[in-house]
C-alpha cells in the first residue's frame, strides 16, 4: 500500500459509505474497542452493510477480537471479511510483537490510507476505533475523514470522565458532531437478578448533560467480554441472547 502525499488535511470523499461512526475515549481501558466491535456487529445483525476500521496503530486489537492475525495481501485483499464485517487493521499487516514504533505524521499517514485505499465499497455504516486521547491520528482523521459523528466512550468513574472531557473538546474544535456518551462498565447484575452499580452511576449522564450531547447508552459489566475479546467472536455474536447483547442492539439503533 502506498502512503498517502502529506499536506494539508482535507475532506475526502467515501462516495460508498453512508455513515462514518468514530468510536473515541479520553483514555486507554475503558473498551473503546470492544464497543466498537460490538457495535460494529449490532448494526450488521439490524441488517446493515458494516465495515470496521481499527485507527489504533500502536495497539490494534481488531485482528483478536475478530480471530485474525497477520493477513498475506496477495491472497486475502482488504479489507478482510469477517463474520460479515469488512476489517482493517494495522495488526493485519505487522506482526503484534513487532512494536512498531512510528512518528505522529507517520501514522496519520497509515491511518488515513486505511480510509482511502482500501476498497470499502458499499457500505451502510463504516465504524472506526480510534486510538485512546487526542494525538496526531485522532487530529488528522477527525479533520479529514467525512465523519457523519463521534461516540464517546467512557466508564463511570471520575478519572475516565476527566479524559472523556478532553475527547469532547478535540471534536468540538474540529467541528465533528459528538452523537453521545456510551457508558460502558455501567453496572453489574448478579446471579440474584439485581443490578449492582460498581463504580458508583451517572457519571456519563452527568458527561452528556454537561456537554449538551445525548447519553447513548449503559452497558453491563460481562466477565463474558474479555473471554469473547480473546477467542475472536465478540459477546454480541457469541451470547447474542444476552443482555449485553440486548443492551448493544438498543445502541445500534440509536446512532
Ligand atoms: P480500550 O479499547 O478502551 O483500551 P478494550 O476494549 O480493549 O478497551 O477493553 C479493555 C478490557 O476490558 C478488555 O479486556 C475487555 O475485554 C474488557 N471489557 C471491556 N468492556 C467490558 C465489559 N462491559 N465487561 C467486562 N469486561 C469488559
Redesign the pocket.
Known amino acids: 500500500m502506498q502512503p498517502p502525499q502529506p499536506g494539508q488535511p482535507q475532506k475526502m470523499a467515501l462516495p460508498g459509505v453512508k455513515h462514518i461512526i468514530a468510536v473515541a ?1 479520553g483514555k ?7 464497543v466498537s466491535a460490538n457495535l460494529a456487529l449490532a448494526l450488521h445483525m439490524h441488517g446493515h452493510r458494516v465495515g470496521l476500521m481499527d485507527a489504533d496503530i500502536y495497539g490494534p ?1 481488531v485482528p483478536i477480537m475478530f480471530g485474525l492475525g497477520l493477513v498475506d495481501q496477495r491472497t486475502t485483499p482488504f479489507p478482510v471479511l469477517k463474520h460479515g464485517i469488512k476489517l482493517m487493521s494495522m495488526g493485519f499487516l505487522v506482526d503484534p510483537n513487532q512494536a512498531v514504533i512510528w512518528r505522529g505524521p507517520k501514522v496519520a499517514q497509515a491511518v488515513m490510507s486505511f480510509l482511502a485505499q482500501v476498497d470499502w465499497g458499499v457500505l451502510d455504516y463504516l465504524v472506526i476505533d480510534l486510538p ?1 486521547g487526542t494525538g496526531d491520528a485522532q487530529l488528522t482523521l477527525t479533520q479529514s475523514a467525512p465523519l457523519t459523528g463521534a461516540v464517546v ?1 467512557t466508564t463511570p468513574q471520575d478519572v475516565s470522565l476527566i479524559d472523556a472531557r478532553k475527547g469532547l473538546r478535540m471534536f468540538n474544535e474540529v467541528r465533528v458532531p459528538v452523537l453521545g456518551i456510551v457508558e ?2 455501567s453496572y453489574f447484575v448478579g446471579d440474584d437478578g439485581k443490578r449492582y452499580e460498581i463504580f458508583r452511576s451517572g457519571g456519563g449522564q452527568k458527561l452528556a448533560d454537561e456537554a449538551g450531547v445525548p447519553m447513548l447508552g449503559e ?5 463474558r ?2 473471554e469473547c ?1 480473546d477467542s475472536g467472536e465478540p459477546i454480541v455474536k457469541r451470547y447474542s441472547e444476552s443482555p ?1 447483547a440486548a443492551a448493544y442492539l438498543k445502541l445500534a439503533k440509536v446512532v
Open positions: 475515549s486507554g481501558g475503558v473498551g473503546k474497542s470492544t486489537s485512546p466512550v460502558n462498565m452497558l453491563p459489566i460481562d466477565p467480554v474479555a475479546g449485553i
